[in-house]
């Protein structure tokens, strides 16, 4: 029986849809079985970064509706063999398309063949139901004041509804901005959110050419990044990982990276 | 006297008591009330007070006895007392005493009210909201909304180890951090809000409460 994991935010645009992208694939890097499912209905990306989005046949709604078996709508990503999977989202505009049941039943279902279920969630806090679906929850903020307020609030939410704790992704951080002070430090942010922190992703532009490419940053072992996308799978795979640095300051920042790859 | 007087009339330092008899039939009270309110040895006594003894008096009845009371027109009820309240009053009172725990962190969008006095072992973010009819103590950050006194009391408090709220409200008085109280407390450390007798919410050292406040403390006995 696998693992349901829902990402979310409250802010819109902190990387959800990168972070699940790059979990699932670090996750099948490790020789996991995983399913990505993209509830953004109305706004599917989760394909174009992953670069299956012209193997679509079915969505999300096909299944729910009947129109089509779970096993036609996945689209396979062939660079994992059998490993990583994606449910696209469906384009139609209708949000409220899928039921609460619906979704509990359908991800159920996939949790008998997948290891992990990582499910990409539109922002903001109206769309609950696909929160109580998963077991788990990872709260995705960028170290901006207002992504960590409302980071705060989608907490709460969730600390309400029946699964484990949320997690805390702080993703985009500028090491410069941070060393400057002008930005919030990753313990002002774990100390004012009061959960635990699941890591910590540089701002790297790779981010940004490489879901242009349809392949995601993770796949790049050199790039820092794709460091903290991939220790953060290792934590969810139960590892222990410590945190890695953002100082600049000292030397051999690349360094130290390159060591931990060659252990 | 055979019969034991239904209303007794009683001058006291405090004015004029009229207590009533709390084992007769109600009409038989009220109807000898009426004569009482009009003797005309009254005339000249203004203010009165009414004890019911083991009466318990509805507010419905209340009124009834006012109004008789008052028909005549030289009598004025100050004040009607009784030596028994309903359950629900009772509950009600006992849980204004009461304080409140809450364990967590009360984060945006977040409310927590409490009807006594308000305990909270956690932070309250910046959009989360306490409030309490009575004070708000606070273990952990104040960033958030607190509102204590909610019913109208003003020696109601707000203290926390970390007070840096955006919004501060003791009874009907409310408080915007503005920058001049951000420097009022700089050290938003171990501190506690109360209304100032000059009308508006000071901000003073923790230590201080009990000279501002000793009547908030319920503590009893030895030293
Ligand atoms: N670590 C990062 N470094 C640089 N750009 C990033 C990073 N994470 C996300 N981005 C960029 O931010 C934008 C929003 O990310 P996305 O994952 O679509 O957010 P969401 O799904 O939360 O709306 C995208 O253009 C993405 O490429
Ligand atoms: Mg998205």
Redesign the interface.
């Known amino acids: 029986m696998g693992e349901a994991i829902v990402i979310t935010s409250g802010k819109g645009g902190v990387g959800k849809t990168t972070s699940s992208a790059n979990l699932g694939t670090a996750l099948a890097l490790q020789g996991k079985k995983v399913c990505l499912v993209d509830t953004d209905i109305g706004l599917r990306n989760l394909d174009v970064i992953l670069g299956l989005e012209n193997r679509i046949i079915y969505d999300l709604v096909d299944v729910i509706e009947g129109r089509c078996r779970i096993q036609q709508a996945l689209v396979k990503d062939k660079r994992f063999e059998d490993r990583l999977f994606l449910l696209p989202a469906a384009q139609t505009t209708d949000k409220n398309a899928v039921t609460p049941e619906q979704m509990k039943d359908l991800i159920t279902e996939l949790k008998r063949d997948y290891d992990y279920i990582l499910i990409d969630c539109p922002a903001g ?1 109206e769309q609950g139901y696909k929160n109580a679906v998963a077991d788990r929850a990872i709260v995705v903020t960028t170290p901006e004041i207002s992504a960590v ?2 980071a ?2 989608i ?3 969730l ?1 309400a509804e029946d699964i484990e704790p949320p997690k805390l992704i702080i993703n985009r951080i500028r090491r410069n901005l941070i060393n400057s002070g002008d930005t919030l430090d990753v313990n002002d942010i774990t100390s ?3 959960i635990d922190l699941l890591g910590i992703v540089l701002d790297d532009e790779n981010v940004i050419s490489s879901s242009n490419k349809g392949e995601p940053v993770v796949m790049d072992p050199n790039n820092p990044a794709a460091l903290g996308y991939r220790n953060i799978a290792r934590r969810i795979l139960g590892e222990s990982v410590p945190l890695m640095s953002v100082d600049t300051g000292k030397p051999g920042f690349f360094g130290k990276l390159k060591s931990l790859f060659s252990k | 006297m055979s019969k034991q007087q239904v209303v007794t009339i009683k001058g006291t330092k405090d004015g004029l008591i009229l207590r009533l008899d709390d084992q007769c039939a109600y009409s038989d009270l009220l109807e000898e009330l009426g004569k009482k309110a009009q003797d005309p040895g009254l005339e000249g006594a203004v203010e009165v007070q009414i004890h019911t003894g083991s009466r318990y008096c509805s507010d419905q009845a209340a009124k009834e006895i006012i109004q008789i009371v008052q028909s005549a027109g030289h009598l004025r009820v100050s004040k009607i007392q009784s030596d028994v309240i309903t359950m629900e009053e009772c509950n009600r009172r006992v849980q204004e005493q009461q304080s409140e725990t809450y364990i967590g962190i009360v984060r945006s969008g977040q409310e927590v009210h409490a009807k006594g006095d308000l305990v909270v072992i956690g932070d309250v973010n910046p959009n989360g909201h306490v409030s309490a009819a009575g004070s708000i103590y606070i273990l952990g950050r104040l960033k958030g909304k607190a509102h204590a006194g909610n019913a109208g009391n003003r020696e109601a408090v707000i203290a926390a180890s970390w007070l840096e709220a955006t919004h501060l409200m003791i009874a009907d008085q409310m408080e915007t951090m503005t920058d001049e109280l951000a420097i009022l407390s700089e050290h938003p450390e171990m501190e506690c809000a109360y209304l100032h007798t000059n009308g508006f919410i000071a901000i003073d050292r923790l230590q201080d409460l009990r000279l501002l406040r000793p009547g908030l403390s319920t503590f009893k006995g030895g030293s």
Request: proline letters at 0%; glycine letters at 8%; aromatic letters at 0%.
């Open positions: 806090i307020r409302d705060d609030r907490i709460g939410l600390e004012h959110l009061s």
